[in-house]
């Protein structure tokens, strides 16, 4: 996977100005994922938002 600038979420929370509903997701959506990777014994300590990458 090669790396593209402006693919992470700090990127996309300067460019754009967050509503309740889509902190409220993306949040959710984050909490998620690093619980299904805790239960798949895998650990993370770096979260932060330069290490979420974005996909579609």
Not at 27 to 37: H, P, R, S
Request: charged letters at 20%; proline letters at 2%.
């Amino acid at each position: 996977m090669d790396y593209m600038l402006g693919s992470d979420f700090v990127m996309l929370l300067n460019q754009y100005e967050m509503t309740g509903n889509s902190a409220r997701f993306d949040c959710t959506a984050v909490v998620l994922v690093l619980d299904t990777i805790h239960n798949m014994s895998y650990t993370r300590r770096d979260i932060k938002p330069n290490s979420i990458l974005l996909d579609a």
